[in-house]
Structure formats: structure tokens, C-alpha cells
Nanobody, 117 residues
Framework: QLPLVESGGGLVQPGGSLRLTCEGS????????MGWYRQVPGKSRELVGT??????KRYGESVQGRFTVSRRSVRTVALQMDNLIPEDTAVYYC????????????WGRGTQVTVSS
């Protein structure tokens, strides 16, 4: 187990911004990838954005140009969400991967983001 604590979710109006933060514990190393996925009821979990240990970033198509993922420290990752739309409403999960074999992936408990007027 690798405890991951998400914060920053909530209710925001369309066009607004939110910032999510995920803090991990000892056991996360600089070579690990950290980032975010999201899920709505009845759908699969989808990529929002991740950043590798080397700083490479990957985003889901639907958030390109609006969301920014950043590695604040070895064990902290943030997600800046701008120009939010109702379709961004979901539970957002912090994600960590060790990027090696055997592959180990860890998930936070999730934080709700609701975009509504």
C-alpha cells in the first residue's frame, strides 16, 4: 500500500478553475510517474494527465490545453484545471506508477469535481 491523499475538489461554475493536489508518502521515488485519472459512473477510468520522473507529460485528449499537471516534489503532484466544462464532472484519482517490472500502480481514494451553474 502507498497512501495517497488528494485535496482540492469541489463545485465550480463552467469556465472556472480548480487545483487538485496529491501528496504521497515515503516509498515514491523520483523515477516514478505521478498523475491523475478520472471516472464517471458507468464509464471506464480515463487518463487526465501524468508526468514521468523525467518530466515528460501526457494528457487525455479532452483536457489538452485546459489542464496542466505538475510535479511539485518527488511525492507531490498537482493538477491545474482551467476553463472547466460540465463534461469535466467526475471523481478524480491520484495515480502513481513505478515504471518498472514488476509494474506497481497505486491509486488515491478520489476527490469529486463538479462543474455546474
Amino acid at each position: 500500500q502507498l497512501p495517497l491523499v488528494e485535496s482540492g475538489g469541489g463545485l465550480v461554475q463552467p469556465g472556472g478553475s480548480l487545483r487538485l493536489t496529491c501528496e504521497g508518502s515515503a516509498g515514491i521515488y523520483s523515477s516514478y510517474s505521478m498523475g491523475w485519472y478520472r471516472q464517471v459512473p458507468g464509464k471506464s477510468r480515463e487518463l487526465v494527465g501524468t508526468v514521468s520522473g523525467g518530466g515528460q507529460k501526457r494528457y487525455g485528449e479532452s483536457v489538452q490545453g485546459r489542464f496542466t499537471v505538475s510535479r511539485r516534489s518527488v511525492r507531490t503532484v498537482a493538477l491545474q484545471m482551467d476553463n472547466l466544462i460540465p463534461e469535466d464532472t467526475a471523481v478524480y484519482y491520484c495515480y502513481v506508477s513505478n515504471n518498472e517490472r514488476p509494474l506497481r500502480e497505486y491509486w488515491g481514494r478520489g476527490t469529486q469535481v463538479t462543474v455546474s451553474s
